[in-house]
């Protein structure tokens, strides 16, 4: 059975370094013998249906094959189509409410727990919220995630030990939505 999945490449393409044009990225999915490449902006979306693997072994070969294309490792997430729709249905903020760059989906590699986040204060960054989802933090900033004290907290290592953790924009949650539901 063919799925189609999204892979997501952390911390690529940013201020000029571990650059992967998103083309040569293509190009190295269909050499893996994925079909239906397609990629989205250039900080590290790419859709593609696979009839082999799972989520974790897809982003280990991903990942491999980046390395040893380009010569420096990313660590990559991959998610199908119905987990990525489940994350935009069961959004706990009002997102239609909202704008795109007020809403934030961090995808994480494995499952989180509340206590992982237990030693924040959440009242003292109010109005800015998150909450935990299946292997993903939303997180509500209505200023941007630029000015968010509280996604700067997010994203010390402490709190993301042992997994790996990228986060997307709304938009860019919608869109591999669409991207990854649409057949043709």
Same mark, same amino acid.
């Given at each position: 059975? @063919?799925?189609?999945? &999204?892979?997501? +490449?952390?911390?690529?393409?940013v %201020?000029? *370094?571990?650059?992967?044009?998103m083309?040569?990225?293509? @190009?190295?999915?269909?050499? +893996?013998?994925?079909? %239906?490449?397609?990629?989205? +902006?250039? *900080?590290?979306?790419?859709?593609?249906?696979?009839?082999r693997?799972?989520?974790?072994?897809?982003? $280990?070969?991903?990942? $491999?094959?980046?390395?040893?294309?380009? %010569?420096? $490792?990313?660590? =990559?997430? =991959?998610?199908?189509?119905a987990?990525?729709?489940?994350i935009?249905?069961n959004?706990?903020?009002?997102?239609?409410?909202?704008?795109?760059?007020?809403?934030?989906?961090?995808?994480? *590699?494995?499952?989180?727990? $509340?206590?992982?986040?237990a030693?924040?204060?959440?009242?003292?960054?109010?109005?800015?919220?998150? !909450?935990?989802?299946d !292997?993903?933090?939303?997180?509500?900033?209505?200023?941007? +995630?630029? !000015?968010?004290k509280? &996604?700067?907290?997010?994203?010390?290592?402490?709190?993301?030990?042992?997994?790996?953790? @990228? *986060?997307?924009?709304?938009?860019? =949650?919608?869109?591999?939505?669409?991207?990854?539901?649409?057949?043709?």
């Open positions: 059975m @063919t799925t189609t999945y &999204a892979a997501l +490449l952390r911390g690529i393409n %201020g000029g *370094s571990r650059k992967v044009p083309a040569d990225l293509r @190009t190295l999915l269909t050499g +893996l013998g994925h079909d %239906g490449v397609r990629t989205y +902006l250039q *900080s590290g979306q790419v859709v593609f249906t696979a009839d693997g799972d989520e974790e072994s897809l982003a $280990a070969e991903l990942a $491999a094959a980046i390395e040893k294309h380009f %010569g420096f $490792a990313v660590d =990559v997430i =991959v998610r199908d189509h987990y990525l729709r489940a935009a249905d959004c706990p903020f009002p997102a239609a409410e909202l704008e795109p760059k007020q809403l934030h989906v961090t995808y994480f *590699s494995a499952p989180v727990d $509340a206590d992982r986040f030693e924040i204060d959440r009242a003292a960054h109010l109005p800015e919220e998150f !909450r935990l989802g !292997r993903a933090l939303y997180l509500y900033a209505p200023n941007g +995630l630029g !000015r968010s509280l &996604a700067e907290i997010l994203s010390r290592p402490r709190f993301n030990k042992g997994l790996i953790a @990228t *986060s997307r924009n709304w938009n860019t =949650v919608v869109k591999l939505v669409e991207m990854t539901g649409d057949r043709t």
